[in-house]
């Protein structure tokens, strides 16, 4: 089946650095990628929708100046945290759409510790 | 507005016990419903789906019926494994074509031997 990766899966930083979250979809295109914020024991929150050649689609509550996405390809979503704080620690997870487009492909996630 | 209803966890079952975790949901036209799951140290893969009311969706042993009446896709296993441990979550789909799904908080279950 289809393959959806992120890198780091693990990333801890100081205060006030930046950091950035690649997503790639492996074995197919994706025009659309999905970033999602899940805290422990919660559900996962939908942060903001990628759109290759255009410009990211932030969900209402979320400053896109400090979580800045750059759909750089077909295969390739980034996702950065600019000016982290520990408030910003979490579960940052990426999906894809396959087809249909409720087939999500999910990638493992990726833990920010901000120090 | 769109949203999903998750019963809290954690479960925690004996191998062969019967699962039940309960799925409500409030949405605006004609959701198309899923139950995903995911294991330790993995992503969220789909389990199962129905996309209109009466829908019985089913993988691996499990099931969940799409019941309008009551706004619900209740997700059971007759019987669960060791292996079935791990967490389940809900979603909505609204029907876009985006893909944008609507997401419970997840129940973690754990199954002993």
């Known amino acids: 089946g289809a393959v959806v990766s992120q890198h780091p899966s693990w990333v801890i930083c100081k205060s006030g650095t930046s950091v950035k979250i690649e997503c790639r979809s492996l074995?197919?295109?994706?025009?659309?990628m999905f970033w999602y914020r899940q805290f422990p024991k919660q559900s996962l929150m939908l942060m903001a929708t990628?759109?290759?050649?255009?410009?990211?689609?932030?969900e209402q509550g979320v400053e896109k100046d400090k979580f800045l996405i750059n759909h750089a390809s077909l295969t390739l979503s980034t996702l950065t945290v600019t000016s982290a704080h520990p408030e910003d620690s979490s579960f940052y997870i990426c999906?894809?759409?396959?087809?249909?487009?409720?087939?999500?492909?999910f990638g493992p996630g990726t833990r920010l510790t901000v120090t | 507005g769109n949203s999903v209803t998750q019963m809290e966890g954690p479960v925690t079952l004996s191998e062969e016990a019967f699962l039940t975790i309960n799925c409500t949901y409030t949405?605006?036209?004609?959701?198309?419903l899923f139950w995903y799951v995911q294991y330790p140290g993995e992503g969220l893969q789909l389990l199962l789906k129905?996309?209109?009311?009466?829908d019985k969706g089913s993988n691996k042993g499990f099931e969940a019926t799409y019941r309008k009446e009551t706004t619900s896709f209740h997700l059971e296993k007759g019987s669960v494994q060791v292996s079935d441990s791990a967490v389940y979550f809900c979603?909505?789909?609204?029907?876009?074509?985006?893909?944008?799904?609507?997401f419970g908080r997840g129940t973690q279950l754990t199954v002993w031997p």
């Open positions: 999906s894809a759409p396959g087809l249909p487009a409720y087939e999500q492909y």
């Open positions: 074995d197919f295109q994706a025009t659309t």
């Open positions: 990628s759109n290759e050649g255009s410009k990211a689609t932030y």
């Open positions: 949405a605006t036209g004609y959701p198309s």
């Open positions: 129905a996309t209109k009311a009466d």
């Open positions: 979603a909505l789909d609204r029907g876009s074509t985006l893909g944008r799904l609507y």
